[in-house]
């Protein structure tokens, strides 16, 4: 968080905006998620969820952790306010946590 901004006024300040990255379109199958830690180690800290439906859903779009593909940037493109929001979001943070692909093991009911 930048300094001058309390987690409860980062918390609401991208909820309150209207343009936030949550509510520009996506990669067709990715949903984004903004999520508060509640209890634990990381209580009233926040992490951001990008949930994709599938691998080769992702890999349509980014074959590794730091590139786009051809489609992607046409996405991109055709939809520049999604790297204006997510670049204000980024802005407000301080300490970035390299991210983590995770796959699906198993699920429960």
């Not at 439906?53 to 940037?73: F, H, L, V």
């Not at 991109?76 to 790297?83: G, N, S, V």
């Amino acid at each position: 968080m930048q300094d001058s901004l309390s987690l409860h006024d980062f918390g609401s300040r991208v909820a309150r905006d209207p343009d936030n990255v949550f509510a520009q379109p996506h990669f067709p199958g990715w949903h984004y998620s903004l999520l508060k830690g509640d209890r634990g180690l990381r209580a009233g800290r926040y992490a951001l969820l990008i949930e994709v439906e599938d691998i080769a859903t992702r890999d349509r779009y980014m074959p590794t952790s730091r590139s786009y593909t051809i489609e992607a940037n046409q996405f991109l493109a055709a939809y520049p306010e999604l790297a204006v929001a997510y670049q204000r979001l980024v802005s407000l943070v301080v300490n970035i946590s390299p991210g983590t692909d995770y796959e699906v093991v198993t699920e429960g009911m």
